[in-house]
């Protein structure tokens, strides 16, 4: 076997579903990871579909890829038509020694065959649990068939990234064989911090200083729990709670949601330091989501010093201490959520303890050590394998 390439020598095309063109966690993570290898001297060139008004500028070169709309009202996502002619050429004129793919869609495919045609590494990494969108949809009986796709899938992959140890064990539990690392993820901790906390902003969206807020943060889509969060809702009221209920985002679903939780007060999307504030003005975290991998979300929350109560699922057990910087739920247990919420409410002292709980933990979250993480696999994965001379 000849030595592996030096960092200088890594070339990394990188494939993504969706790098810039709506702002979601998975691809902040992305841009993140291609500033922090360019900075580190290693040639990355994108593809991902694009559009004419993108959420947020690119790092790196970004090909643009053709891409159809998504249907069933979910128009604002692309769907990329493989690797027509003109983006193989760009591709062979690049020459990438190392693939790493980021969305198991078709441009996915097409992009692990590609390394696997022209001798190139191929890496995978698991940003959503795309297997349990179906149930959103009346379609739960398609998920398992996805499943099997997806291990098939990523076993084509000299290595795939997760984000914690419950992705790696959901991973094997699918009977997929190739080799795991995890990519974790970091926090701007100049953004979510305790200190950000507004009371002027929360009167102004009408929450009273003695107000708990119980707080959603993310895009408005039903595979975020929504459902779950709105029965919820309606049974603190029902209990005689005393809460409000606070959204920040926005997305597809939000007249629906809006009609399931009629008392919440939507603060529509925020970013920058204004989404610090409104994360650290919130007095409880609830994610009853069970589609994330990691979920950067809720490691915000925790370092702006909000007690967290979530799903016991992915992402959100490698995260939360149960009973130290939060509660942890059986997914769709309404009456359980009420309960862990109920006492944050009813247990100022509490609440606090759990918050500064959180924000102690979160402060390991870091991403130059979370991508560093990432460049040593890529390493290791080109160490395992003959390099052309």
Request: charged share 20%; no cysteine.
């Amino acid at each position: 076997m000849q030595r592996p390439p030096t960092d200088e020598a890594l070339r990394v095309a990188l494939f993504s579903g969706n790098y810039n063109y709506v702002r979601d966690g998975a691809n902040q993570a992305l841009n993140l990871l291609v500033g922090y290898l360019l900075d580190h001297g290693i040639a990355v060139r994108i593809y991902s579909p694009t559009v004419v008004k993108p959420a947020f500028p690119p790092t790196g070169d970004l090909v643009s890829v053709p891409a159809l709309s998504l249907p069933f009202g979910r128009g604002e996502y692309k769907l990329a038509r493989g690797l027509p002619p003109h983006i193989r050429s760009d591709l062979d004129a690049f020459a990438p020694n190392l693939v790493h793919v980021s969305a198991p869609e078709l441009l996915g495919h097409r992009a692990v065959a590609y390394a696997r045609a022209h001798g190139a590494a191929a890496v995978a990494s698991l940003h959503t649990r795309f297997e349990t969108y179906p149930r959103y949809y009346g379609l739960r009986f398609a998920e398992p068939l996805l499943i099997a796709g997806l291990k098939r899938f990523y076993d084509r992959f000299d290595r795939v990234l997760v984000p914690g140890p419950s992705i790696a064990a959901l991973l094997a539990d699918w009977g997929v064989t190739a080799p795991t690392s995890i990519w974790s993820r970091g926090i701007d901790h100049d953004r979510f911090t305790p200190s950000r906390r507004s009371f002027e902003w929360r009167r102004s969206l009408g929450i009273e200083d003695g107000d708990t807020a119980v707080g959603f943060l993310g895009r408005l889509v039903k595979e975020k729990g929504l459902d779950i969060f709105a029965r919820v809702v309606a049974e603190l009221k029902r209990r005689n709670v005393r809460h409000k209920v606070l959204v920040i985002g926005e997305g597809p679903a939000r007249e629906w949601f809006a009609a399931q939780a009629p008392e919440a007060i939507f603060a529509g999307f925020q970013s920058g330091d204004d989404l610090g504030r409104a994360v650290a003005s919130m007095d409880v975290f609830f994610n009853p989501s069970v589609t994330e991998t990691f979920g950067n979300v809720t490691t915000e929350a925790m370092a702006a010093g909000v007690p967290v109560v979530a799903a016991r699922a992915t992402g959100a057990v490698d995260l939360v201490v149960e009973g130290e910087t939060g509660f942890l739920v059986q997914p769709t247990n309404v009456g359980a959520y009420a309960d862990a919420i109920g006492r944050i409410v009813a247990e100022p002292l509490l609440r606090e303890q759990l918050g500064a709980a959180g924000h102690r933990r979160a402060l390991s979250y870091r991403w130059d050590t979370a991508n560093a993480a990432v460049l040593q696999a890529y390493r290791e994965v080109m160490a395992n394998r003959e390099v052309p001379a």
